[in-house]
């Protein structure tokens, strides 16, 4: 399985929902991030996650909250979101090597939109 | 000025065409990647270099380390390869970070 899937596909809530997004890989990778990427722009790193620790946190504001259960599985919940955090969220993993740069592997993303 | 800097930013070709996108980085780097990305979201990696030059079916990826400048190139074009490429590097000191540009929009008409 050389996939990361992520659901769900779509997601539309309000600025007083609570949801979640979900990634998962099965590649025994123990490396995972959430990526934001905004129309027509490059992504923008959002966390890492290394050995299932939270390892970068690229100053991303509390009302987004990343959770990594095990080492297949990374959520991302979601609160009191604003109108510009609608955008597509993408999921990846790697191998984790500290010498070794490894090859990241993207899911197909989560499109929010926030009303 | 980007890290960064891919050109061109729009590329329109006819089926069958050889398709060259650049990229030029001003750092370090220990590895680039390519990536494609379709309207509608997920990002597919294409390659991975850090020397010389790979090739998988019309796609061939060439890098110089010594000029910080990678191409990405396609033969006989089909529209179907219409997509964002996007050039990412793994800048040497940046931990696990990737710096991206700012993407090429291919389009490939029959």
């Known amino acids: 399985d050389t996939e990361v899937t992520q659901t769900p596909k779509h997601l539309v809530m309000g600025m007083t929902n609570k949801k979640s997004l979900k990634c998962e890989q099965h590649?025994?990778?123990?490396?995972m991030y959430w990526y934001k990427q905004k129309a027509k722009k490059p992504p923008e790193l959002m966390f890492v996650?290394?050995?299932?620790?939270?390892?970068i946190n690229e100053s991303v504001p509390s009302r987004f909250s990343p959770e990594c259960p095990n080492s297949s599985l990374l959520n991302l919940h979601l609160h009191a979101l604003q109108p510009e955090d609608s955008a597509l969220y993408l999921c990846?993993?790697?191998?984790?090597?500290?010498?070794?740069?490894?090859?990241?592997?993207f899911g197909p993303g989560t499109r929010l939109t926030v009303l | 000025k980007n890290e960064v800097e891919q050109s061109p930013q729009n590329l329109t070709a006819q089926e069958g065409e050889f398709i060259t996108i650049n990229c030029s980085y001003s750092?370090?780097?220990?590895?680039l990647h390519w990536l494609q990305q379709h309207p509608g979201g997920g990002i597919v990696s294409l390659f991975m270099?850090?020397?010389g030059k790979k090739k998988h079916g019309r796609l061939i990826a060439t890098i110089n380390i010594q000029e910080k400048h990678s191409s990405l190139h396609i033969t006989a074009s089909h529209p179907r390869d219409s997509a964002v490429y996007i050039c990412?590097?793994?800048?040497?000191?940046?931990?696990?970070?990737?710096?991206f540009g700012e993407g090429t929009q291919l389009t490939v008409n029959p």
């Open positions: 996650y290394s050995y299932e620790k939270l390892s």
């Open positions: 990412a590097v793994k800048e040497e000191t940046s931990g696990s970070r990737l710096t």
């Open positions: 590649m025994g990778h123990r490396a």
């Open positions: 270099l850090s020397s």
């Open positions: 750092v370090g780097i220990s590895a």
């Open positions: 990846a993993s790697s191998q984790v090597d500290l010498v070794v740069y490894n090859e990241q592997f």
